[in-house]
């Protein structure tokens, strides 16, 4: 972060801070944070208006944790991808006939295809 602004990190401008490894853009960035690593940790970055962030991971590792945290701190709108699909699955298994193109313009959704 530099000036309120994320930046990507290279590895090689690593630190360990409380149990955490931050990366920086350069050397200077690297020094000004170990001088003073507080001083960064109390400002949240600027993020630009149209962040997307998808978070993955195993069973039971704390997705939904995560997302409804970084939610609640930032404001972003969190969905549940897997919900979504299983939503949109269960209803086209309701439908009486089989739609042979696997993408329906006037719905502008998928649906199941048969083999």
Known sequence: MFKGKL???KFEFAA????RVFVFENENNLNA???QPRKYLQMLPKLP????ICINGPRKSGKRTIANLLGNIYGFKVIN???ILESVLAR???FESH???NFDKR???IHLSEA
């Open 33 to 35: 944070f170990l001088n």
């Open 92 to 94: 086209q298994k309701l």
């Open 7 to 9: 930046l990507v990190g």
């Open 81 to 83: 991808i897997q919900e």
């Open 49 to 52: 208006k149209a962040t997307n």
């Open 107 to 109: 719905s502008a959704s």
């Open 99 to 101: 739609i042979p193109s």
């Open 16 to 19: 360990e801070y409380a149990g």
